[in-house]
Structure formats: C-alpha cells, structure tokens
C-alpha cells in the first residue's frame, strides 16, 4: 500500500534550459501534474488532468496507464537538469513509488518517471524510465550530434514502448511502423526424433512473417483478450548501420507478461531516420531466448545486417 497521505510537489530545473519563459513553464507544469498524481493516488482515484498543462494525447495516454499502475512522489522539492531532445525537452530522475492496480501486474516497488516537453514548455507525455543500464547502453556510443539526438529518439521509443502495451494503444504503435513493414515472429515446436539407440527431442524455430496489419489485427486480438500486458526490457543493443547511417538495428531483450501469457524473447526493431519526417520501423523481429535447452548464442540472434538495407545516397 502507498502512503495515504496527500503532498504537493515542487520541481525547481537548475540547468539545461536557457529560455525562462519555457523553463518557468515547465517548472509550473512538471509540479502541478506531480502534486494531483499525489492527490488521485492518495485518494484512490482517477486523475484529474483539466488544469493540468499538458497535451491532450498525453493526458489520455497517463490516464490509460494509471488504470494499471499507480505511483507516487514522496519528494516534496525536487531539483533536476532539463536534457534537450529533437522534440523539445526532458526531464528524468523523478523517483515515484509504484502499486499495481491488476491483480498478476507485478513491479519494481520504486520506478522513475521521464517527463518529456515541447520546445514551449508544455508536457507532451510521461513514462516510465528505461533503467540506468538501458539509458546507458543506448547514449555511451553516441558518435556525433545527429546520433545523439537519434539515440534519445530511440531511448524515447523504449520508454513509451512499455507504456503502449500498459495503455493498450494500438494508434501510437500503428504510427511507427512503416506501411510496408515486415513483421517476423519465431515461435519453437518440437518434434520428436528416432535414432537407432535413443529418442530425443529435436528443437527449431519456425518463423511466420506477416505484413503490418496482420501484425496489427493479432495485436488488436491480443489486447482484447488480456486484462493487461507488461512490457519490460533487460537489456538493449544500438546499432548504426555502416553502409547507412540514417538505419539503426535496436536489439532488446524483452520480456511479456500478461493475464493469459508469458514470454522471453529477442526483439529487432530496424528504424529508418529521415530528414525533417518522424523515423520509421521497417522490420520488426521476435526470437525465443531458448532452443530447447540451449540459450541462443550472440550469433544466432538477428541483427540488422540480416537484411538488405539500400546504401546511403
């Protein structure tokens, strides 16, 4: 149980923002929204965002999530950098203490939240952070001011992913998947195999590729069919393509739960950066962790040198 008592919170940015109409903004409004999640959680409601300033489809995509998971700030003064990002700004570090609403939806009890803004101040969405492993993995190999500013892009898309199953929005995640996206599942039957002085079992994986709105009718099902789902990420690998810069190869480890499944797997998601449009996912992979008893080797898992990605112009 979270503490039943109400606190107001107040979050002062010491760095990272030379704007102070958009800095005092976002002060304003990153205290405001802190304070009612306080307010509704202590009270054992829904959220009241009306006063809240902050984007409409970051109001309904906080008031899915709240439906599975509550949290609370115990901080009453919170001091934080303001980091910039190719849509506006971020802040992270916002430590909340987490209680499951879905009877099966286990959790860390302690979660941070990412605050991310508009170039004006606005709160445009919040999510739960990646893992400091995670956030490292992604940013350390940064090799210029584009890939940087990519590699947050992508750190972003793993933080909202998690949100997108939690909230069940099926929009957000038709958006970032180009029309003509190969989806590839691996799933592993087992078949037995006689030999002449034993019988075993002989394990492979089977691989169904679907076009994107079979992928996306399936997902459709699958959110119907489950009270909810929990995406987490335990490990994640970034990689630049050396014949193209603009297509990067984001390897998770990915584990699913939800009220009627469970699973651990690789996830591949091939992006395509492009200029002055939002990126773009054209191949999205799944491969089981497991062939029977044995662990899949680096080797085995797909990467994006498996496909056929055009060359740089």
Known sequence: MLPTTAQDVKLTIVDGIQDQTAKARMETGISGLLSEINRACAQERDLHLENVDMVLSGKHSLQALWKNLHFLCEETEIVERCLTSAEGYVVRNIYTKVN????????EPERALTIRL????????VAMAASDAVYGRIMDQGLSVTDLERRTTILSFVENYRSFYDEKDLNAINRI????????????????????DMQ????????????????????????????????????????????NPN???????QHWKSSNYEDDGYLLLVWEFRDGEDPIIHY??????RVGSRSLSKDEIINIMDFNIPTAN
């Open 200 to 243: 075993s079992w002989r394990s492979q994986i089977v691989y169904k590729v679907q076009s994107k709105p079979q992928y996306m009718k399936g997902l459709a099902a699958n959110f119907k069919s489950n009270k909810y789902i929990k995406v987490t990420f335990s490990d994640v690998e970034v990689v630049r393509h050396p014949a």
């Open 100 to 107: 499951p609403m879905q009877e099966g939806y286990s959790d």
């Open 177 to 196: 998947f180009s029309d003509d996206a190969i989806i590839i599942t691996g799933t592993v039957p087992m078949t037995r195999q006689h030999t002449s």
């Open 284 to 289: 999205r992979t799944w491969q089981p962790t």
């Open 118 to 125: 508009t170039r004006s101040g606005q709160i445009a969405s």
């Open 247 to 253: 297509y990067y190869g984001v390897t998770l480890h």
